[in-house]
Every structure is written in C-alpha cells, then in structure tokens.
DNA sequence: CGCTGTTACGCATCCCGTAAGGATA
DNA sequence: TATCCTTACGGGATGCGTAACAGCG
C-alpha cells in the first residue's frame, strides 16, 4: 500500500475517470491502470467498479482512510521543514467564516503586539481546506468552526494541535414573519418539517443537524455553497428555509434568531496550528479564549 | 516519503542502530543505510545523527507522525480486508486493566447476548497495544481507560470509532495511616511533594497529572510496569507512594481513597472497534455506557 | 583492531510509457 | 465506431546485496 498508489486511487475514485485521474496527476491512463490494479492486487479485493467507476465497499472504506493517511504525510513533510527552516516573515491565518467574523479582529491585535511589523495575511476558506492548509504548512494558524455537543471536539482531520477556543450556543435564524420567530427557545426536533438551507460553510453543516438530532429527516431544497454569511442570511430573510448559526452573530434585519434549547448542541471554534508556532499559538489561543468567554458570559 | 522508509526509520530509531533494525527488518545494514539516507535527501535534512544514533530535531518531529501514519495504513489495511471477508468465528476483545475490571463481566454478558454461542476472547493490555490492536483488526473490540478533562475525549491513536461509556471520579490511593488518609477530598496540588508511583497502565499516568496540574513537580521514585492492580495496590498500602485511581475501583485494606477535587478531571473509559463491527459496537456501547450511569450515579 | 555506518558497483526488479487488444455503449 | 480500460512489451530508474572503505573506541 505505496503513498502515491493511494494518491492515485483518491484521483480516480474523485473523478470517475481513470484518463482523467491520469490527466490530472501527470501520468499516462496505462500507468494508472496499472497502479490501480497493483493496489487491489496488494489488498486482495476490487476496489472499484469499472464502467462506470464507482468504488465498491472496500474501495468506499479505503477511502475514508486515504485522504487522511495523505494529509498526514504531507503535515509530517511540512512539519519537518518547519523545524528546519527560519522562522516564516509572514504569518498566513486562514479561518472559516463562522470563526474569522468574530475573532479575526482581536487576532490580528494579538498577533501584533507579539510580533510588530510582522505581515499578516488572512485567508477565509472552507473547514477541510483550513484544516488541510494548516496540517500542510500553507497556512501558519487556523480557526474553525463547527457544531458539537457541548465539550466535545470538532470532528476535524487535523494533524496538528487544536485548542478550543470558544463554546457558544446556537440558534436557529429563520424570517421574522415565520410563525416561530417569536418563540423564546426551540427544540430542532419540532422543525423536522420545516425548509432548511443547505449552506455547510456558514452554517451548522446539515449532516451533522441531522447526527444530532438522530434522524434524517431535515431536508434542504436550496444549497449555498458561498462562504459570505450575509448573503446566507438574505435567503433567509426572503424565506428560502432556515439556517442554524452561532448566537453571538449580529443579524440584519428581517432575520430573527431563536435559541437551539434542544438537542444539546454548542458552536465551537477551534483554533489549528503546526507545531513549531507552538509559542505564538498559545498565548493566542489563550487572547482568543479569554475574549470568548467574557463575550459569552 | 515512502512508507516503508517511514518503518525503517521508526525501527532505527527505537533500536539506536543501523544493524539492529536491520536484522530486526530483514534488511542488510547497507539497505537500510541506503534507505535512511533517502530519506534524508528527499526531506532535504538530517534526521539522524549517527554515533549515537539518536534523532535530530527534525526526526523527533518525524516520529510523531511515522507511528501514527503507519498504523493508520495497518487500519486501512484491517478495515478493507474486514470488508471483504466474513464475519469472525471468535471475538477478540482487548482492554486496559482499569477498563476491564469494571466492565468485563458485562461485555460478555452482551455479547453472549447478541451473539449466542459465540467464542470470546479477553486480553488485557497497555493502552497503546490495545489502541493499535484493534487499528490494525488484530482486536475486534477494545477498552481503554484514561484520565482527562470531564467531557475531553482521550488522546489516543486510534482509527477506529471511539465511543465514551463511562466517565467517573477519581482518588488519590493512599496508606490508610497516611496523614490525609482521612481528608474529605484532596486537591492535588496539595500532595506535589509527595511521593508518586509511576504506574502507566494500572493508574492515571503522571504526565497526564503533570498536565493537569500544569507543572512538573510530580515526581516519583518508583516505577510499575505490570497490569495487575492489586500489586499496585499491595505498594501504596506499603507507602512506596500514592496513585491516582477511578473511584469505583475497590480498595483492599491498608489503602485509604480521597477523591479528588481539584484539578477537575474524570476516569473516562472508551469502547473502541473497527468499522465492520458497528452494529455490535453500538450496542455494547449503550450497554457499558447505561451501566456506568447507574453505577456513578 | 573491532564495530558500525557509508560508498561503490552489479544485478534483479519495478514501474512507467508506447502500442496493441478487448469490452461496452 | 468511439471511448475507455486492460494487457504486452521494452527501457530506464530504483533498490537491494555484496564487498570494499572510513570513522570511532
């Protein structure tokens, strides 16, 4: 089970194409053929269908492993340079929208005063690529968000330290002319029927809605796969379905927010940092905390 | 960064020998000389100094990702072969000593339960085989108990699903003639000049204490490799020293519990299994986890 | 000298690319 | 027939082992 064997198996399960994964990666549609085949020679098992291509059950469960066995090669690639290499003259910051709107400032204030003069460069971007970034030393610090139950972590592949930063409740944002935007709390439960906005970077990802809530039945109509939550947030004020944010997030108007009561769910943040800003990233995470929790009692 | 060099320089540098791993490989020390130094061009950096044969900077940082990537290939591995064969004939269960000996008669009883006439197999191991172990398919279920944050997961490296059954106090054990023996509770940063017993498997580990109490000072002058409990147990009454233990464990006579109030850190225990045995899993799970509840109130 | 890691060199293997073959729509 | 994956085959690179060499006690 070669590295690049996987690498390869990841290319052609993601684009159903050998000759596409072949373009894609530099090689010719023999080579991944062949490479393919040793794979599965290697593990005894098809692992994908052909015609169309299309994982079988065992290629669907290597593949759960194999996008993290990749990241983490390249975070242990990364995270041996850094040692090696100076110190960076930059600090790259990427965070996920939910994360940056309310701690980028007092981020930037921190990272400042421990390094004046020092070139900052923030970079919003989706969970896994903020994840991925970070383990892979493109990015120096991460913020994500996400919703858990309370104290637990976010479910991140991330490979190197994460520190919880913020807990924060949730609410559901929904019109104000929608005849539960007056409720004083709710439970997610009695919205099982209701038009939910698929919207997984500016929002509580459904899937996880509907892990929590354990059931299916929360269904969108409409996907936003935008990363500006304002725009989220005018879909909902003009009625296309509901949306699950972090209670702390300041609303336009014609959007009204109610508290999750149930099930138990928190919006956490998390900050992601490599090893070797170890220093930096703790005082920061600690600013980051500190301020979390006077802003959330 | 092929994964095999990844192996050969895990394996040099836990023997401290170029030969040593080699004949521990079934390569020749040219061989793996060959392959250290590969790996050393392509990360462009030194891993090694030789003469002692102890790693650099860089290989230290290396290390802590070369074991987890490679038992995540073993997972893989395990994981897809689960797939594809048939279901097991026997149930290789492993757990910790201070998760087994709560729980061990009820996660026979389920599995005898949910399946009849079934062949079961109980190993008691370190946290660290146990975790592995069932990563690399050789357990089918495992148990393993650690101390952390209330409602922290454990810090392990494991690949499968991890699932929390049961969260409860700790105590300091210690001689019933000890001066606190009597005390209601006890804060641990009261007892930093006491005499630890570096038990690893058999108590709460004291780095773990260490960070809990976010210094160093805990210190010990004895160390217990073994997973008997009750041998750990025969030292603390003998006043070799204190441990920190789950408070439902019971104590034999000559040995005082004070819970602990300070840090604020539970025993946790954690159900762990490779995918194909899910289902059983999750009951087994519900099962542990509905029993704790009862018992910790 | 004895031990250990490195370097040189030859050989087997592996792996990719070219090109031909086969299966499916 | 067109597309896409597979197979056959040749050449170059890779990687191991043998053996000679070099640093350190």
Redesign the pocket.
């Known amino acids: 089970m ?1 590295a ?1 064997l996987l690498r390869t198996f990841v290319a ?1 399960a993601e684009c ?5 994964a ?1 373009a894609e990666l ?13 794979l599965e020679s290697n593990l005894g098992t098809a692992l ?1 269908h ?2 169309p ?1 299309v994982p079988t059950p065992a290629g669907e469960r290597l593949l759960e492993h194999a996008g993290p066995i990749l990241l983490r090669l390249d975070a242990a690639r990364a995270d041996v340079l850094r040692v090696v290499g100076e110190p960076p003259g930059s600090i790259v910051f990427g965070a996920t929208p939910l994360a940056a709107s309310p701690h980028v400032a007092r981020a930037l204030t921190e990272l400042r005063r421990s390094r004046p003069g020092i070139e900052v460069t923030f970079a919003v971007a989706g969970r896994e690529e903020v994840a991925r970034g970070v383990a892979a030393g493109e990015y120096h610090l991460g913020l994500v968000d996400g919703i858990a139950a309370p104290s637990d972590p976010l479910k991140l592949t991330a490979h190197g330290t994460t520190t919880a930063v913020q807990n924060e409740p949730l609410v559901v944002a929904l019109p104000t002319d929608h005849p539960l935007a007056r409720r004083r709390r709710i439970n997610l439960h009695d919205l099982l029927d209701a038009r939910w906005i698929d919207a997984p970077e500016v929002a509580a990802p459904l899937p996880d809605l509907r892990a929590a809530t354990e059931t299916d039945a929360i269904r969108s109509t409409l996907t936003y796969t935008g990363t500006d939550v304002l725009s989220l947030l005018a879909l909902v004020a003009a009625g296309h379905g509901l949306a699950v944010l972090p209670a702390s997030l300041t609303l336009p108007g014609g959007v009204a927010a109610v508290p999750v009561e149930s099930p138990r769910l928190v919006h956490r943040t998390e900050l992601l940092h490599g090893h070797v800003d170890e220093p930096a990233a703790t005082t920061l995470a600690a600013v980051l905390a500190d301020a979390g929790e006077r802003s959330t009692g």
């Open positions: 070669d690049h052609v159903g194409s050998f000759s596409a072949a530099g090689y010719t549609q023999s080579a991944v053929s062949q490479q393919i085949a040793a994908l052909r015609r291509v």
